[in-house]
């Protein structure tokens, strides 16, 4: 059975507490303003998949350090930023059921509110006296930037490979979960850092190619958008790039079609939904998924055994099991 | 007479030159959306007024470390970050008579190519392997994007004060020319980083000031943006502040009137412009401009003799002069 999150999180809870009290005394700040947007976002706030990987991270060799807990803090800020900028780059209405900043504020202030919790989130980095952390965490907000000018770069969305796809969810999402379970090692679990590190990005691969499954089978109400979205914006992910290898000229063409309309309509959505599932678009990226999976399995079981290294690995099956 | 900035910069123009080329590189990236954005923000690029305070800074206590030239770099890719995302939330089309990202490419691309510039200016700074100067810098970049929501939280702009335009103008513009001789004092000139810091921070109030005049006064081709443009967006500025408290109820009606209008006539602003400038609202600005640039003056009095030190107090000169 999949395991919920809430459970694996249970034995941590006081320290995510902790993470969560962090965040907010970090992005504190005495306008009006910003205490509003960061009420609004700290109220929106997810599952904090993020913290619990630095915490679990710190906690594999049995001596976390107390800094764990502002570097959880700092990656999970680090990560909302990103998603603020997403939202107003996407014009999205709506995350995780709730207004977005650009649509509760404006697409300005969603701007600016995201380059202000990034900056806090470093000053905040910057204080703990270790640049490691610093270098780890600049170097994947270029990488995530770069994944996202990709994305924006693409002319031709049907041309778009599997290695191309690969590439943009490295660095879009698989990147900053490697740094989260890297910087966790920095705090008391150096000697398994490679390891955290592999097992982040393999996590990461698993957990961005069930999301783009599920805008296929659509459960709306585990990612908190509507299914079907990806492809309304033309958005090119694995199931769509595998099932076209195997469509004739006339499904292709349907395809094409859909990609070639302004504003396509809901029937030609779920027509070509269905020509993806009929292809083996699904099956495939279930494959590829359960792939990256075992990678990930494969490096938690090369970490010294214990609590942390067994919800380590309760993560990927949680991962995994959200799109069944 | 106002020297001008190019000759101030004659005999630092090798070191310039080599900032550029930093630039240049540290955006680097292998994705052709990131190549095209930064060859047109290459292009677009300025006076490069911050690298040359960090450069004259580092040569105060004539020992200037190589590093000064990497770090010029950051601060301007910094300050370039901050204006793409300026233009982004204020839907302007042109920056120093250019097109800026969002009207050459998108609004998407501008938000996430501004996320990418500051990114990679941070990661160089990490190379460089010293915390201090990251955490001037991060914190300098909390403070730019404070200063801007606090400007975006406005909701009554005639009731805006001096001392909130101070603290606005403090925010936005003087911490990052502050901070510019502050990590350019880090590169050879450390017995002096107090005064530098004070020098730049009023040079930034200056040059602030004297902006907002020239919106007023119209040297369009100084800015490279339209004149009476802040008056047009309802960007409450000294001159007005000023000159709003001599006003009588009357005068006082006919700004209110613009400010309650979806879209003021040119003969409205010309009229509201003429008004600020009757009741002493520029010569009001221009004594504050003086005083602040007194205030640099002294700093600059204060630093080793020198032709770093004579540049600056030239650098002075040529900001106050910028309006006439």
Same sequence: chains 1, 2.
Avoid at 18 to 44: K, N, Q
Avoid at 178 to 183: D, K, L
Avoid at 271 to 296: M, S
Wanted: glycine letters at 8%; one cysteine or more; a negative charge.
């Amino acid at each position: 059975m999949t395991p919920e999150l809430r459970e694996i999180q249970a034995p941590f809870r006081k320290g995510l507490d902790r993470v969560a009290s962090e965040m907010r005394r970090i992005v504190l700040a005495d306008a009006p303003l910003i205490a509003r947007v960061g009420a609004h976002l700290m109220s929106m706030r997810g599952k904090m998949l993020r913290p619990t990987l630095v915490l679990l991270a710190s906690e594999v060799e049995r001596k976390p350090e107390p800094r764990a807990v502002s570097l959880a803090a700092v990656v999970e800020l680090i990560h909302l930023a990103t998603l603020v900028h997403d939202d107003a780059v996407d014009h999205s209405a709506l995350r995780r059921g709730m207004p977005t900043v650009n649509a509760m504020f404006s697409h300005q202030v969603s701007v600016i509110a995201g380059d202000f919790i990034y900056a806090r989130a470093l000053t905040e980095l910057v204080g703990l006296g270790d640049l490691e952390p610093i270098e780890i965490l600049t170097r994947v907000s270029a990488e995530m930037s770069v994944g996202e000018l990709r994305q924006l770069g693409i002319t031709h969305p049907l041309r778009f490979s599997e290695d191309d796809y690969d590439l943009l969810i490295g660095a879009k999402t698989a990147s900053l979960m490697s740094a989260a379970c890297e910087v966790g090692a920095l705090a008391g679990a150096g000697d398994n850092r490679e390891t955290l590190r592999t097992f982040g990005r393999s996590l990461g691969m698993v957990f961005q190619i069930v999301d783009d499954m599920m805008d296929y089978t659509g459960h709306a109400d585990t990612t908190g958008k509507p299914a079907g979205l990806d492809l309304r914006e033309r958005k090119v992910t694995l199931p769509l790039i595998a099932a076209l290898r195997e469509m004739r000229s006339s499904a292709r063409r349907e395809v094409e079609m859909l990609f070639e309309t302004d504003s396509p309509t809901d029937a030609q959505l779920q027509r070509v939904a269905q020509l993806v599932h009929d292809h083996g678009g699904l099956e495939y990226a279930r494959e590829r998924a359960a792939e990256h999976a075992r990678a990930a399995t494969d490096a938690a079981g090369r970490l010294p055994q214990g609590r942390a290294s067994d919800s380590l690995s309760r993560v990927v099956h949680y991962v995994v099991g959200r799109h069944s």
